[in-house]
């Protein structure tokens, strides 16, 4: 069981929080024309990269927050943790 | 029976205790501190089961967790449990235990036959038997396998036994209270870090217990129990015995079971069996210590033959002799001190050592004191069946493959020690690679992946000085990062004897002429031949080598069998044992019982079970509930000897004809604040928001991001920038994630809040067309006219002195109301309600009626939005904005999505207007087609109509909206029944709404 640092309020369980996938997706904008492609990719297409991934989790038994993290898909290690607002690299 | 091997003036047992148990039916005695296996032993009893595939006769081996073959079924407390190890269970009162895999009984198996079929069980044996043809799998083939692959049996009663989970934080986590384990956790605890001791049996000390050392001049027993108590002492530290750290997970999380009950012969009410620890440590010292290895020869699964160090155990700890006329089989120096302990109780061992004279402490200690030691020797084939009697013996020749002469000697035990083999499960267990270390012929942790070391003979450190010394600056060290401070601890002076290498001999040539098994892994009877014979078919890597014969795969793991498997495969390949590799470790370390896993989560506790004020109301007007989620919600309120369906049409009749009240608790609620919470609903639902006026509700319908419905429900603006919004009560929790992430991710700019209310607010709906009598009875002052309320209309009110809402929506298509009102209050309201409903004929209804009455309005529910449906496919695009943008909308005009045949829902009557139809029936066009038989659709939803008096059903149907008016049929192979259906409109009754605005 991985231990996340909510930037909120600290370094708790997983069991608190949910997965929310891929944290560098952008929706694209309202009312804006989409191509097929640029919306197929935002809705279904998703890398699983091997090693460093920014992701999303949202601290569900917590403080509702979701934030990003940085988390190596081998070791399960988190790097970083950051607020929605920040950048994390 | 006397204890005919229990010897007088030595172990640690509590002779002042005597202890009665049965083993196999028979009574026997022991003393308090023994194991099942020690007290079997100090009876003489060697015999305890049959092997797993040739039903030989098996003894015990071990005497901790390295024992493979005493796997025993065992009653305790009145429970039955299968594949108990003798060896880790202490003896109580009371406990019974038998042999397992054996019939009709361990001393006579009828099973043992395999023996001497064993040419037709080789190494595949099922993947070459079982083959086909495929039918038999189910019938003959699986059932054998079951029935042959038996250990124990598992109890179907009812685990009376209470057993619990416990979470804990630490600095450092030490697995092991041998030398390393202890020195170690005193070193970090003299600095002040938070310490738990974990060790898996119930005394402290690990091999210091048995081995013959001196540390400041102090037995390994005194100077283990001076530590402790010290220990014991410190505020700081937490002592765990008979715990088992059996798991290394991610982030330093680490799960152990303790045993905190099986050992009590009588317990508290709530005292547990054994507990579940999770600890997150920052650090953590692995000091699992080692295991001894065996040597391969004829036979060498006899019952009467031991691990050396497993004997020494057995006399020094229990005061038990595995026999009386020992041999002492070995290819290194270690198992010499078990020679010289039988020799000390009067028992003349003869040792055979592998190697050639040699000259060490120990070996002119066992000179000295007269024990014979036949060097360059080996045993080749133990005789015996039930029992060693005899050995046949020689001297080997000068490379060690064959033997000179063989003889024969006299034995009742051998004692067998192939060196040493570190303990590296948890270390593996928590990411790191192994690596080889030549100079003990063993895997050795590698770097460490996560914060824990590994110390001692696990790390392949066999000498005690060496493993004390660093043991103490490793405890240091760690607990220097942990607490920065630095603590100065005399090491103290070790004095033990000089051992020599040992001889890389494992298994012993075969005597000419003969051609006995040798075993390799004793739990799932893998022999040398049966690696020859994989190896030969072609099986290279080891991990196919491994599945392909089992060989590691019992539920001891391998432990005393791998690396004999490994050395195997490499001298026949030819390759040296780095090459060749070593197969994964996972966990459990141990077995663990599923009651430890599971807690205190059973029964009700399974998990929260969540109920509306109103339920113990319910129970007393004999509702029977239904799981929704975690929520009860009462299904129907039983009358009488109705059934199920008798009692949710009544009820929904009365609705339809009088007044009923329905507890809509459980409906979600999120309350939504802010200036730009109307554009935010815009967004999110495929309807328009912009114009809804303040006190008016709408029904909204949101999507996910692919074009599928989420959820849908009422929304209602309760002022300029407020809005209460409900959701179905399956997805509450999803759409306030759903929110929340558009919030804060994607239009962070909006300035909205969303909060979950679902717990403050009881809700009742009251439908039916006496409604509004019932409402104007409850709110007398309030003005509840058509005019003054209307449909979709909102108010608020106070009830008993508390703010109450009033929203006039409907679910069942009649004129309905809902009612939410502070959760304290909830039961009062529907008190009230049933009171001044009485003269109306009012009468509460149940999810079963609710959904009738939905059903046959044609209102979407969980069926319909099943996360496959887009709002054209359940009939909502009259729901669907052509104006604005808003979440899932491009994924609308997708392909598929826009086809002209595309699924939709329809209603549904049997021809006969009698049989219901099942829901879940495909719809065909041709009942008797050959299968697979081309499906058209499915039944969603299905009820008895109330207001037509015949079975209706919803179903989500191809090219639904061209199929109304044809015929087909409706086939539930799981309920066998197929039904001539028409196809309707899925709105059944009033159709134009009429009711709902009445």
Not at chain 2, 944 to 952: A, H, K, Q
Request: glycine fraction near 8%; charged fraction near 25%; proline fraction near 4%.
């Amino acid at each position: 069981m991985l231990h996340i640092k909510c930037p909120y309020c600290g370094i708790r369980s997983q069991k608190e929080f949910a997965y929310g996938g891929d944290a560098t997706v952008k929706r694209p904008k309202l009312n804006s024309e989409v191509s097929d492609k640029e919306w197929d990719d935002f809705v279904y297409m998703r890398k699983s990269p091997r090693g460093k991934h920014t992701e999303l989790w949202h601290h569900i038994s917590g403080c509702r927050q979701w934030f990003k993290a940085q988390r190596d898909t081998v070791t399960h290690e988190i790097f970083k943790t950051a607020k929605i607002n920040e950048e994390i690299k | 029976m006397t204890q005919s091997h229990r010897l007088n003036n030595i172990g640690l047992i509590n002779r002042n205790k005597k202890i009665s148990f049965k083993f196999n039916g028979k009574k026997l005695f022991g003393f308090e501190g023994d194991t099942l296996a020690s007290a079997l032993l100090a009876n003489n009893i060697h015999l305890v089961g049959r092997s797993f595939k040739y039903h030989r006769p098996r003894g015990l081996f071990g005497a901790g967790i390295d024992e493979p073959n005493a796997k025993l079924q065992v009653v305790i407390n009145g429970q039955s449990e299968p594949n108990i190890n003798a060896t880790e269970i202490e003896l109580v009162e009371g406990i019974s235990a038998t042999s397992q895999n054996c019939w009709p009984s361990v001393e006579f198996d009828i099973g043992a036959i395999n023996n001497f079929l064993k040419r037709f069980f080789p190494a595949g044996f099922y993947y070459k038997t079982f083959m086909w043809p495929k039918s038999f799998w189910y019938r003959v083939y699986e059932p054998f396998i079951r029935k042959a692959a038996g250990l124990g049996v598992g109890s179907t009663e009812k685990d009376k036994e209470r057993y619990e989970h416990k979470y804990e934080y630490c600095d450092l986590l030490i697995t092991g209270s041998g030398p390393s384990g202890l020195a170690s956790a005193y070193a970090a605890a003299k600095s002040g870090a938070k310490v738990i001791l974990a060790e898996d049996k119930p005394r402290f000390g690990g091999s210091l217990l048995t081995d013959d050392v001196n540390i400041d001049n102090l037995s390994g027993k005194q100077w283990a129990d001076k530590i402790i108590s010290e220990l014991k002492e410190m505020p700081n530290v937490t002592l765990k015995n008979r715990s088992q750290v059996f798991g290394y997970y991610d982030h330093n999380m680490l799960v152990m079971f303790e045993r905190t009950g099986d050992h009590l012969e009588k317990k508290s009410k709530y005292h547990p069996r054994q507990r579940l620890w999770y600890i997150r440590s920052k650090e953590v010292i692995l000091s699992t210590g080692s295991i001894e290895r065996p040597i391969v020869f004829g036979n060498n699964d006899t019952p009467g033959i031991f691990l050396a160090s497993a004997a020494k155990e057995y006399m020094k700890v229990y005061g038990v002799v595995v026999g009386k006329k020992p041999l002492i089989f070995t290819n290194n120096d270690s198992a010499y001190e078990t020679a010289i302990e039988f020799k000390k109780n009067g028992i003349d061992p003869i040792i055979l050592d592998t190697r050639e004279e040699q000259d060490t402490d120990l070996i002119n200690d066992a000179k000295n004191q007269g024990i014979e030691i036949k060097f360059s020797h080996a045993v080749a084939v133990a005789n015996g069946y039930k029992k060693v009697k005899s050995a046949k013996i020689g001297k080997l020749n000068s490379n060690k493959t064959g033997f000179e002469n063989i003889e024969t000697v006299e034995c009742d035990c051998i004692c067998v020690s192939g060196f040493w083999t570190p303990t590296v499960h948890l270390t593996s267990q928590s990411g790191n690679k192994l690596k080889f270390n030549k100079d003990i012929d063993a895997f050795v942790p590698d770097k460490s992946k996560q914060k824990e070391t590994t110390i001692g003979a696990a790390n392949g450190s066999f000498t005690l000085k060496e493993t004390i010394e660093k043991s103490f600056e490793s405890g240091a060290n760690v607990a220097k990062k942990l607490t920065e401070k630095e603590v100065n601890i005399q090491v103290p002076s070790v004095t033990e004897k000089k051992q020599k290498t040992h001889d890389r001999f494992w298994c012993s040539p075969l005597p000419k002429n003969e051609n006995p098994k040798r075993f390799v892994d004793f739990q799932n009877d893998v022999s040398v031949s049966d690696i020859e014979l994989a190896l030969r078919e072609g099986y290279r890597s080891i991990e196919h080598v491994k599945r392909y014969t089992t060989l590691g795969m019992a539920t001891d793991q391998g432990r005393t069998s791998n690396l004999n498997g490994l050395q195997l495969v490499s001298n026949i390949e030819n390759k040296i044992v780095p090459e060749v590799g070593h197969t994964t470790f996972r966990p459990p370390f141990t077995p663990v019982t599923i009651g430890t896993i599971v807690g205190r989560e059973v029964g009700h506790h399974y998990m929260p079970t969540r109920k509306s004020p109103m339920h113990e109301w319910h129970i007393k007007n004999n509702a029977v509930f239904v799981d929704a989620g975690a929520w009860k919600r009462p299904r129907y309120y039983k009358q009488g000897n109705e059934n199920l369906l008798e009692a949710s049409k009544r009820e929904a009749k009365n609705v339809r004809e009088n007044v009923g009240i329905c507890d809509v608790t459980t409906l979600g609620k999120i309350d939504i604040k802010g200036p730009d919470s109307a554009e935010f609903l815009n967004r999110v639902y495929t309807n328009a928001w912009m114009k809804l006026p303040v006190g008016k509700a709408r029904y909204g319908l949101m999507l996910r991001e692919d074009g599928i419905v989420m959820d849908d429900g009422t929304t209602t603006r309760i002022s300029e920038n407020h809005y209460h919004m409900t959701t179905t009560t399956a997805q509450a929790a999803n759409v306030l994630s759903h929110l929340e992430y558009y919030l804060q991710i994607v239009w962070p700019e909006l300035n909205v809040n969303v909060v979950s209310t679902t717990e403050q607010w009881a809700g009742a709906a009251i439908a039916g067309p006496k409604s509004r009598e019932l409402l104007k009875k409850l709110f007398p002052d309030l003005d509840v006219s058509n005019e003054g309320l209307p449909f979709m209309g909102y108010v608020e009110s106070s009830l008993f002195g508390v703010p109450a809402k009033i929203f006039r929506i409907s679910f069942s298509g009649e004129l309905a109301y809902e009612i939410n009102v502070e959760s304290d209050y909830g039961l009062s309201m529907w008190e009230k309600l049933m009171e001044l409903g009485k003269g109306l004929r009012v009468q509460p209804y149940g999810t079963e009626a609710l959904s009738t009455l939905r059903i046959e309005m044609g209102h979407v529910a969980g069926p319909e939005l099943d996360g496959r449906t887009i709002p054209s496919d359940v009939s909502l695009d009259g729901m669907v904005s052509k104006k604005k943008d808003f979440i899932g909308k491009r994924s609308l005009v997708k392909e598929a999505f826009i086809k002209n045949d595309r699924q939709k829902i329809v209603g549904l009557v049997p021809t006969d207007r009698k049989s219901s139809i099942p829901e879940g029936s495909h719809i065909v066009s041709d009942k008797n087609a050959k299968l697979p038989n081309p499906k058209l659709g499915h039944v969603s939803s299905s009820c008895w109509s109330v207001e037509n008096n015949n079975p209706f059903s919803l179903a989500i149907m191809k090219d639904g909206k061209n199929m109304i008016g044809k015929k087909f049929f409706a086939v539930s192979p799981v309920h066998k029944k197929t039904i001539e259906v028409e196809v309707i409109s899925s709105h059944y009754v009033d159709p134009k709404g009429e009711r709902v605005r009445s």
